[in-house]
């Protein structure tokens, strides 16, 4: 199984910063992405970066120059620090794992850590 541990949420200004960490466990032997998405009250869930083999990124239009989501391939681990912090970026953000399952892929996800931006 795999394990997905979020840190680093909270409440800040708008046109402040966080930094999101998501550290994985258990029975990773390749990872195809890691990313987050972010879920606000009464919305779609919806991706919000990702990093893939090669480090290729992929970012919402919405969050582009502001957010950036980095890896460390060693421990597992991706950030998201975000930046210039709008009240629309207010969210519960959920970590996820693509990887291998046999013939297949298989999408893990962390139990999401809330951010609220606000004066």
């Known amino acids: 199984q795999v394990q997905l541990v979020e840190s680093g949420g909270g409440l800040v200004q708008p046109g402040g910063s966080l930094k999101l960490s998501c550290a994985a466990s258990?029975?990773?032997?390749?990872?195809?992405?890691m990313g987050w998405y972010r879920q606000a009250p009464g919305k779609q869930r919806e991706l919000v970066a990702d990093i893939r083999s090669g480090a290729i990124t992929n970012y919402a239009d919405s969050v582009k120059g502001r957010f950036t989501i980095s890896r460390d391939a060693v421990q597992k681990t991706v950030y998201l620090q975000m930046n210039s912090l709008k009240p629309e970026d207010t969210a519960t953000y959920y970590c996820?794992?693509?990887?291998?399952?046999?013939?297949?892929?298989?999408?893990?996800w962390g139990q999401g850590i809330q951010v609220t931006v606000s004066s």
């Open positions: 996820f794992l693509n990887r291998p399952d046999g013939p297949s892929w298989r999408d893990y």
């Open positions: 258990g029975s990773i032997f390749s990872i195809a992405a």
